[in-house]
């Protein structure tokens, strides 16, 4: 598996008012990301995400710092590393008097691709992505979570190997982020890599193969969600939920590193009560990003502002 | 790259004349305003209405190009569809080349319909179609990237119209569309061979009614050089305004 993305010691600074010290927005961050894997980019409002993903995809100079994409240098092959990724950005900003399937074709024909595939493949991806109804129907007219995947649509329309997706799900309704999500899945199947950024801890964790997170401009994990997990501070836990003599509910919350004995004590000090459940809890990523952050994943959506795909079930 | 360049300075152009130059409303303005003005200029002080012709042309011919393109960029700025075209494998002049494009066609098409409508009532004459032609396929080009540079150094769309007026409308009146800019006092009249619209109105008079070529050659010389003054200025305040 080679690495589409390799990034060494990227920089960006912003100058401020005189005397005052510059903006460090994102601080001589590393990481690679893995031909084929869906790679998460986590942090808080203001950590750094979408101005790691402008100097990755061109729109904003690294004040130092470098990175390859698709095997090119960012600094020397901009215009030809253009050509091979799609970027999704937070906000939907297709033309909205062009009709759906005209911003489709609009986009194939910046990208170079022929004339004659540009309509079937048009039609193709909005049946795939359901708004084949919609084709005729202007982008201003169209509902949130359909400008949201038309704009997704889009970014694939050259069928790019790597895409870029900033905050995908955020201002959708529950069904629309479900099915978004489900089609980043498939994306990944396809072997598309993915970038994405998100605020949604549960869907990081649902799509993501890795997971950076990225703190005031720095990056301060980076692992597989098992691995950010078996970090975790805390320790698994196993609770057991037992009928009191009374027909009360009792549960007993034993932390261990040893589940199997602490199921046998559990179960053991439960005597002849009779045991209704007994479950495993293990450290979430919250538990992984409060860790590292500070922040939750409450306070996360808080920042943002909505909750929209914030309910990552299903 | 020149080839990507192209292509997308052509679609780009197309898609601005698609979604937002050909309304029927920024038709009706292109045409009727400068007729308006030069109609009222006209029952004011009659006379040989000809005299008004080339002015018409002009006037059209920058209110055309104008309109659209003055606030084109910064409404996708504001609206992040610029980014789009960002994103796409274009460097920025070409990127420009495809707004002034879109600028100059719309321009250009509602000013031959003015022109077609002058050719049928007063008569084609001795008309000198090939410097009519470059005379207004460069006033154009200068008009147009007048319209980006506005664009450009605005950051709301308001502010683009606002800014486009405060040039045009001084413009108008110094620039040989009502009044021959000989007859202005003296330092009125080096302020108007700082404006575009006089080497188009001085080239498009040669162009219908004859007079010296080399003050043709000129005045082509001199919108030639608007155009690349403008789209350079326009070129690195948008390289600037996206870095």
Same mark, same amino acid.
């Given at each position: ?11 960006k ?5 005189? @005397? ?7 601080a001589? =961050?590393?990481?690679? $990301? ?7 980019f986590?942090?808080?409002n ?25 095997g090119?240098d960012?600094?020397?092959d ?7 990724i799609?970027v999704v950005p937070?906000?939907s ?18 990208? +170079? ?12 991806l ?28 889009? +970014? ?12 995908? &799900? ?10 978004l999500?489900g ?10 890599? =993915? ?8 869907e ?29 501070p @805390? ?8 009928? @009191? ?8 919350? =034993?932390?261990?590193?040893?589940v ?19 479950n495993?809890?293990?450290?979430t990523?919250?538990d992984?990003? $409060?860790?590292? &952050? ?8 808080a ?6 795909g ?5 | 790259?020149?080839?990507?360049? !192209?292509?997308?300075?052509? *679609? ?7 979604? *937002? *130059? ?20 006209a ?27 003055a606030?084109?960029?910064?409404f %996708? ?8 075209l ?7 002049? #070409?990127?420009?080349?495809?707004k ?8 250009l098409?509602?000013?031959l ?8 009532? /007063?008569?084609a ?8 032609a470059?005379?207004l !396929? ?13 664009s450009v150094?605005?950051? %709301?769309?308001? %502010? ?7 040039i045009?409308?001084?413009?108008m ?11 202005l ?6 302020? #108007?061979?700082?404006?575009?619209l006089? *080497?188009?109105?001085?080239?498009l ?6 007079g010296?070529? #080399? ?5 082509l010389?001199?919108? #030639?050089? /608007?155009?690349a003054?403008? /789209? ?5 305040? !948008?390289a600037?305004?996206?870095?």
């Amino acid at each position: 598996m080679s690495d589409v993305i390799q990034v060494a010691g990227l920089t960006k600074t912003y100058a401020t008012d005189k @005397g005052r010290p510059p903006l460090v927005a994102v601080a001589g =961050i590393d990481f690679v $990301v893995r031909e084929g894997e869906v790679f998460g980019f986590l942090g808080p409002n203001g950590a750094g995400k979408t101005t790691t993903i402008r100097m990755l995809t061109g729109l904003a100079r690294p004040t130092s710092g470098g990175a390859r994409v698709m095997g090119l240098d960012l600094a020397a092959d901009l215009p030809r590393i253009k050509k091979q990724i799609g970027v999704v950005p937070e906000a939907s900003n297709l033309y909205d008097e062009l009709t759906a399937l005209d911003n489709l074709v609009f986009a194939m024909q910046l990208y +170079g691709v022929p004339r004659v595939e540009r309509r079937p493949r048009a039609e193709a991806l909005l049946a795939r992505f359901r708004l084949g109804e919609k084709r005729d129907a202007p982008f201003a007219k169209l509902s949130r979570g359909m400008k949201r995947v038309l704009t997704i649509a889009a +970014g694939l329309a050259h069928r790019p190997p790597l895409l870029f997706l900033d905050e995908p &799900t955020t201002g959708l309704d529950v069904m629309s982020a479900r099915n978004l999500r489900g089609m980043i899945a498939a994306l990944r199947d396809e072997g598309v890599t =993915i970038f994405l950024t998100t605020h949604y801890l549960e869907e990081a964790e649902r799509l993501c193969d890795r997971i950076a997170v990225i703190v005031k401009g720095r990056i301060v994990a980076l692992d597989t969600v098992a691995g950010l997990k078996a970090a975790a501070p @805390g320790r698994t836990a196993v609770e057991v939920t037992y009928a @009191g003599a009374d027909g009360d509910v009792a549960t007993r919350r =034993i932390e261990t590193d040893d589940v199997a004995t602490a199921v046998q004590a559990a179960l053991a000090e439960a005597g002849d009560r009779r045991v209704l459940a007994v479950n495993t809890v293990r450290p979430t990523l919250e538990d992984v990003f $409060v860790g590292l &952050t500070g922040l939750g994943a409450e306070a996360m959506l808080a920042e943002k502002g909505g909750k929209g795909g914030g309910n990552a079930a299903g | 790259m020149l080839r990507d360049d !192209l292509r997308c300075l052509w *679609y780009i152009a197309l898609k601005d004349l698609r979604a *937002y *130059y050909f309304k029927p409303p920024n038709i009706s303005w292109g045409i009727l305003f400068p007729f308006a003005f030069v109609l009222a200029f006209a029952i004011r002080n009659p006379g040989d209405l000809r005299t008004l012709i080339p002015g018409l042309l002009a006037l059209t011919l920058l209110f055309g190009t104008t309109s659209m393109e003055a606030i084109v960029i910064v409404f %996708e700025r504001r609206l992040g569809s610029l980014e789009r075209l960002l994103l796409a494998p274009v460097r920025l002049p #070409a990127l420009l080349a495809g707004k002034l494009l879109g600028g100059m066609v719309f321009g250009l098409t509602v000013t031959l319909v003015v022109l077609v409508i002058v050719l049928a009532v /007063f008569g084609a004459g001795s008309v000198n179609w090939l410097l009519l032609a470059l005379a207004l !396929l460069l006033a154009a080009a200068a008009f147009s990237a007048l319209g980006a540079l506005v664009s450009v150094a605005v950051k %709301e769309v308001f %502010e683009a119209q606002t800014l486009a007026n405060f040039i045009r409308f001084p413009m108008m009146f110094l620039g040989g569309v009502f009044v021959p800019v000989a007859s202005l006092p003296p330092v009125l009249q080096i302020v #108007a061979r700082l404006l575009p619209l006089t *080497y188009a109105v001085e080239a498009l008079r040669v162009a219908l009614f004859g007079g010296s070529p #080399a003050l043709a050659a000129l005045d082509l010389l001199a919108l #030639a050089g /608007f155009t690349a003054v403008l /789209f350079w200025l326009a070129a690195r305040v !948008l390289a600037q305004r996206v870095a």
